[in-house]
């Protein structure tokens, strides 16, 4: 696998903002990815999907960024399961259940991403998680080493998986109970004209930019309404009317202007209502500083 230098990332994301990772990489099969690891001589590297839930700075990534290709790409149902490899979509993987007739995908309807960032963050909707369907999840290891992890052993939770950061989900095997064919074809159609109806699809966005603070508090999207944040603009960004819970590109934004976005909105909420909102988003290429300023990790 050869590494190319100076890539821009903003064309790579949903966001279509950032700039360009030092080094970006194409593995197409697991000794490809193993080599990879190799490769990035102890700097902590990213992975990158469809860049669904990314927003990268404007000056990029310093670390090395991977996409996984080739055979990372495929899926195949069987008779009482769904094996998807890190780099097929989850839009695919609930197609591929909607048309072979298995109950529990339809929550990934309108979802993007791919099969391994949906592992990595558990994606999902209020009542459904991905993890929820998983017999058992595969991850390589900078060493090189396959790992089977049973959810128990991965410990999901709201937005997170208790496996470590540099660990790379591979593949994994769904538990995919065939059903009505007609009712599962009408619970999915019907979650992703609903999704379709309430959140933002027009604009580049990322989807939620805030996880959800949990009972007592309410959700995120109310707390940006409440504050007074829904609809603000700055620069080529704005919070999305139709859902505040949205930042979008309005054709010519930058990281920055996100940013400042989501600096104002946390400062209102922790200053009006005490509550200190904590990003769902991944922040790349971003100092110490930005990063506190929005809550990030």
Known sequence: MRWARDVPLGPLVRY????????????????DLAGALRDTDGLAHRM?????NVLVGDAGSRRPVLVLDGEFTSLRVDDEAIEARAAARLPVLAGAARRAGRTGF???????????????????SREDW????????????????????????????????NVPADWVFVRARFIATPGDARAIR???????????RDQVYELPSV???????????????????EVGMRGVRIGGARIAQRHANFIVNLGDAQAVDVLELMAETR?????????????????WGFGRDELERVGAP
């Open 16 to 31: 279509r903002i950032g700039g360009p990772a030092a080094r970006l990489g194409r593995p197409r099969s697991i000794r």
């Open 106 to 124: 339809h929550f990934l309807e309108a979802v993007p991403g791919t099969v391994g960032g949906g592992l990595r963050m558990n994606a999902g």
């Open 130 to 161: 991905l993890w929820d369907r998983v017999e058992w999840a595969e991850a390589l290891t900078p060493a090189g080493e396959l790992v089977r992890l049973r959810p128990e052993e991965a410990a999901p939770a709201y937005r997170r998986v």
């Open 207 to 225: 989807g939620s930019t805030w996880k959800n603070p949990g009972p007592p508090h309410p959700p995120a999207w109310k707390i940006v309404d």
């Open 48 to 52: 990158l999907g469809t860049g669904a």
């Open 186 to 196: 009408d619970a999915h159609l019907g979650f992703r004209r609903r999704k379709v």
């Open 267 to 283: 400062r209102r909420a922790q200053a009006r209502l005490g509550i200190r909102l904590e990003p769902e988003i991944h922040l």
